[in-house]
Every structure is written in structure tokens, then in C-alpha cells.
């Protein structure tokens, strides 16, 4: 008590003195508390590796063991039921046959798929055996045939050019005149001496209609159009001549074609401009000059000619294409002809042997197929037992998956509960693990029988019983003992597997954390100290187990990952953090295994 006083009286005199020693020995506190802690908290990381395997995923329950076994025995197919051949109370062994399905389509699929089968085996056989005598004669003469027809046909082409010069030339010997009719007939003085016949048609009837203004616009451009097509085509005919070659005689075909029309366009005009002009006259009570008449009865004459010449010249255009596509047919077919004739003077080709013996195993298959479905229109009894009851009659209709009977067995089988979300994921034929309480590190395999098709509501809850049937029988195993059952759902062989303590997610994204460099591999059970944090890999995930989950995409085999983290100093978190893909801290978060 006398120290304290001291003490106190001491600081009350040496204030100055005093707080530098506090500040002095709080200092020393502090620095002495981060080291301590910066090498006793650093953070710790236990390493992984990605591997390759296969993943397994699986659904558990629990039940018990049943005295006798159960089962419906279901249709493989649906149909009418032509024969039942068991009671209720009737004994059976494996493979008795219960009902038989009207199996009247299965049976013409087997029938189609022996003979397709039968018609591939006698094509092979064909296809090695040499060709007879009879067969290289048709292919021959089929040869010789084709042959024929392209000359035929180049004959039939060179007469359509000819022909078509021809009809170019009848087409000029009524042109000229045409032309020269119709350029005094638009561009004399008949009418008045003081204008163009066209222009004066235009302004007889102009002051009542001046639609009439149109009608002359276009008759004149028609008739300019058909001039400068007609010059042309005109001096292109005179330089030809029925020796010129073949491209030089159906451009002009086609040109005359073409000049023809134009022709025909301008009469057409000059047609609709003196027919406005008379009934626009009668309209207003006037009487049309008697020339105008005429100049139509001309321009009808005119249309029929053009007419008759354009038809000529279509048709002899569409015989040279004809007779052109003939050819190139008659090309097809010979080459065609020559080739089966080399294949039949030839050995078989190893290929197109080993296709079709390709097409006989194609062949099989579908034969086992379809005598694989046929098999499922009789239902047979899938192991030795007694019928407990029978669900169908014969005339009825029934469905595939309908009961058919239900066969009752001493087998050993374990049932057990599942909830609605696991029920899914069964199905009948799965491979299953069962474990029992009562005899340890006993294991035995077996398949999902029955699934039950309404659960049970209990509380609230629904629930539904699987039957599993035991593959191997154990003496061991007694009826009322506990029953522990994994059912495998899909398993993926080969797939890029890492721990599922590795994978985080944030949102709808996923990762990894790495280390880039890695780090030594060697660490033990409290993990390996780093000081840069590891940084977070965006990965694709597929399925996934209690254990393990597939990596799709993101990482390669053998990449180094973070499975867990032991300790981190929460003070240093944030010096540590490596940088975020999603925009906050890496590394420096604390993450549980």
C-alpha cells in the first residue's frame, strides 16, 4: 500500500515522464501481439489435384428385409390379351409364360426384317460371284443404247438450228415491209399536211380527253424502242448465214425473239392510240376519219403476223434447249452404262464388299430387334413362385406397364422408403448396395424390382417403397433386420472429377480457387502456408455427389486447386485478398472445408 502511494505521489510529480513510459510499454505490447499473431494465424490451404475418374451418383434409404418377395409383373408392350395361362394360387418356375399380347404387328416386323435380312445376304452373294454372260450382253446393248441417243439427239440439235435459221428468215421476209407499214402509218402526212399522223390522231381528240397525250408518248417510245432493236437485229442477220456456228445462230434466234416482241409492242400502241381516238370522236359525236380504219385493219394484219413469227420462234428456241439438256442427259447415262459395264467385267470391289456385309449386320440387328419386341408381347414369370393374383383377362386391352399378374416368392428383398425428390431419379432395373446393421462389412448388390406408383402421405410428407431384389442370397440376412440401401441413379466414366469442398458458387456462377504458380505439393494435415492467396477460376460444373463434382470446363487434369482452408488471420484478410472475379476480395475470405 505504501509502493502504491509512492507511485502515485511519483506520477503526479513526472507526468512527462510518466505517459512516454506508457506509451513506451503499450507500443512494445502491440508490435509484440502482430508478430506473434502473423506467425502463429497465417493462412493454411489444403491442396487438390483435378483427376480424371468416373463419377458416381446415387440415392440412399432405409428399410427392412421381407420374408417373401412380391412383384408385379408388368407387360413389356401394349395389346390385347389372346391367351392367359395361369390361375390365382398356381405354382411357376422362371420363364413359365403368363398371358400372351396380340403380337400380330410384331410379328410382320420380324417377317420384314428376315427378308430384308435374306435379300442383303443375296446381294453380297451377287456381288462376289463373276457376272454371267447374259448380264455383260444387257449391260452392253444398254450401252450401246445410250450411245445412240446422244447421237440422236445431236442430230435432232443440229436440225433445230437449222430450223431456226429458217424461221429467222421467214421472220425477215415480213419485217422490212412491217416496219416501213407501221413507220408511215405513225410518221406520214395522211391525216393533215401540216403534221405526223401520230400527232394528229393526239391533237383531234387532245381537248376532250387528254389521256390521248399518253397513248401517243407511248406508241412513240414503243415504236423507237422496236426501230433501234430491229436495225440491229437486221444487220446482224445479214452478216450471218446457216454455216455460222451454233452460238452465233441461237443468239440471233433469240435476238429475233426479242426484236419481235418489241414489234408487237409497238403495233399494240399504235392500236390503242387510234381506237382512243375513233371512240373518243363517236363520244362527242364526231365522225373518226375513215383512214383511221385503215391504219387498224393494217396493225391487225401487223398482230397476226407478229403473233404467228414469236410462237415460230418460242418453239425453236425450246427444241435447242431440248434437244441440248438431251445430250447432256445421253452424257450421264453413258458414263452411267460404262461404269456398271467396267464393274461387271471387274472382281468385286473390297469396299463396296465390305459395305454390304456392313448392311447384313444392320440387317441382323434390326431382325433382333424387332424379335426382341415380339418377345415382349409374352409375359413370362421373371423367377420361380406363386401367384398371388391376376390382373387381366383375355380381350382385354392393355397398355405397356400394366400388372399382368402378381407373383409372390421366398427370395429374400429389401424394402425401403424414399422421398418424392429421390423417388424420382429410381427407375426399375437400377443397380443398387445394401448394408445391414445386424452383420458388419457385409455387402450385396442388387436391382431396383418394383417402385411403388402412389406414395404415402404421412404428416404431411410423401414417401414411397422401392423393392429391391438381392442378387446373391445370405443365409445371414433373416426377414425384419435393418436394411441400408444405395441406389446408383448414373454414373459417368472418364469424366474430370475434383473434391466438391473445392467448388463455391456466387450467384449462378462457379469456381475454383488456384494457385498460379502451384505451390509445392508437399503438406500436411494442417495445410500449406502462402502468402499471395490463391486466385478464384470460373469453372462449368456438371454432376455432382457427396464427394466429388465434374468439372465441364475450366480446368485441365492435374491442375493444383484449393479443397479447404484451415486458419486465416482476420487481420491480414485483407492484405492477403487476391482479386475478385465477381468485384470483392479473393483469397482472404475464410472458407470451411
Known sequence: MVLFSNSIRFIKKHKIISAIAVLLIGG?????????????????????????????TSVSGSG?????NQVDVMAKAGGDVVSLAITQGQ??????????????????????????LESAQLSLEKLQQPADE????????????????KANAQTDLIKAYDDGFSAVADVFLDLPDMMIGL??????????????????????VKMYNEKVLQYRDNTNQAYQAARAAYDQNFADYKVASRFSDEQTIETLINQTYDTTKLIAEAVKSAVNLIQFYKDTLTEHDFTPNNLANTHLASLGGYTGTTNSRISSLLSIARTITSDKEAIIEADRTIAEKQGSLVELRAEADPLDVRSQELTIQQRKNSLADAQEQLANYTARAPFDGVIASVGVAVGDSISANSTIATLITNQRVAEITLNEVDVAKVAVGQKATLTFDAVEDLSISGQVAEIDIIGTVSQGVVSYTVKILFDTQDERIKPGMSVSASIITEAKPDVLLVPASAVKTQGQISYVEVFNPPLASDQGSSGVVSVTPPTQQVVEVGLSNDTSTEIISGLIEGDQIVTGTVSQNSSQATNQSAPSLFGGAGGGVRIQR
Open 91 to 116: 405354382a411357376v418356375t422362371a420363364g413359365t409364360v403368363l398371358a400372351r399380347l396380340d403380337a400380330s404387328e410384331a410379328y410382320k416386323a420380324v417377317r420384314d426384317a428376315q427378308v430384308n
Open 134 to 149: 447374259l448380264s455383260v450382253l444387257q449391260a452392253e446393248n444398254a450401252l450401246t443404247q445410250a450411245e445412240q441417243n
Open 64 to 68: 427392412q428385409i421381407s420374408a417373401s
Open 28 to 56: 512494445g505490447i502491440y508490435f509484440g501481439l502482430q508478430r506473434f499473431g502473423s506467425e502463429t494465424m497465417q493462412a493454411r490451404y489444403v491442396l487438390g489435384t483435378v483427376e480424371r475418374g468416373t463419377l458416381i
Open 183 to 204: 413507220q408511215d402509218l405513225l410518221f406520214a402526212n395522211t391525216l393533215s399536211f401540216q403534221q405526223y399522223n401520230l400527232d394528229a390522231y393526239t391533237d383531234a
